[in-house]
């Protein structure tokens, strides 16, 4: 949610049993996540020296299609066998792990990139795992939604939130700029990739736009994310409640906008 921590703890990469919980309904999180800016994926591609891409913790494969579409030849590493399962049923190779102990097998490729996954990969040991498989002038592209809910459906959740799940290990915020609080992982992603070395300096990618959710659309998204996936049914049907109120006092549906903002960096080329 865009108004909680980037993650349930300083160092995200290591809550595995958050990580490893949006895989409870795979069909749920391909039908309600948004897909990826078509000229973020174009531009990607652009910039890399060829076709074949490792997506790091591909889901249900969103990105993944994304970038088929676009001619790349996609290989999939996910940690939950059940989200690889449905990436799988897409048309998509699939290898089950985490990306720190995933076996490249002596293959590489132009272009790693993560979309909303790469807060569950550890930044430095990630980047210089990337450093290894990509070839020389090959790209590291990691990329996520920052959103800012409008205030009364913000307020409405956190209310409810922190009064459903008063000792959830996420810090819930309703008045903190969503971009300030994704600011500090796209940070924490840059410092990761320049203290693995490997890498020109780390630069920052914006695209803007925006969707318009209505009530049932919105409610169908939320289960999907880290705040609501390990939440009882009960929890979070209070949770859903209170912030279909919300969505139904300003009249069933409201606007989001979207920064998908992308953190990358090229491959040495003098590297071996």
């Not at 969505?247 to 071996?272: K, N, S």
Request: proline residues 8%; glycine residues 10%.
């Amino acid at each position: 949610m865009p108004i909680i921590a980037t993650g349930p703890a300083p160092e995200p990469h290591r809550a595995r049993e958050v990580a490893e919980s949006f895989g409870t309904d795979p069909d749920r999180y391909d039908r309600a996540r948004p897909s990826y800016p078509e000229a973020l994926v174009e531009r990607i591609v652009a910039a890399c020296p060829g076709p074949d891409v490792l997506d790091v913790g591909c889901g249900t494969g969103i990105e993944a299609r994304q970038f088929q579409a676009a001619g790349c030849t996609v290989l999939g590493v996910e940690p939950d066998a059940r989200m690889a399962g449905f990436a799988r049923r897409g048309g998509l190779e699939v290898e089950v792990a985490t990306f720190e102990a995933w076996d490249p097998a002596g293959r590489d490729f132009d272009a790693v990139v993560a979309g909303t996954a790469w807060h569950w990969v550890d930044p430095v040991a990630g980047a210089a795992k990337a450093a290894r498989v990509l070839r020389p002038g090959g790209r590291l592209a990691a990329f996520w939604h920052v959103f800012q809910l409008p205030p009364r459906v913000a307020d409405a959740f956190a209310a409810v939130y922190r009064r459903v799940v008063p000792d959830s290990p996420f810090n819930v915020h309703a008045d903190k700029p969503a971009m300030d609080i994704y600011q500090m992982m796209f940070a924490k992603a840059a410092d990761g990739i320049r203290a693995a070395g490997g890498f020109g300096e780390p630069e920052q990618w914006r695209f803007d736009w925006e969707h318009t959710y209505t009530r049932d659309e919105w409610l169908d998204q939320m289960p999907t994310h880290g705040t609501l996936t390990r939440l009882s049914d009960a929890e979070r049907a209070r949770v859903l409640e209170g912030v279909g109120e919300a969505i139904d006092a300003m009249g069933g549906a409201f606007v989001m906008p979207y920064a998908t903002m992308a953190v990358t960096a090229v491959r040495d080329t003098g590297q071996g």
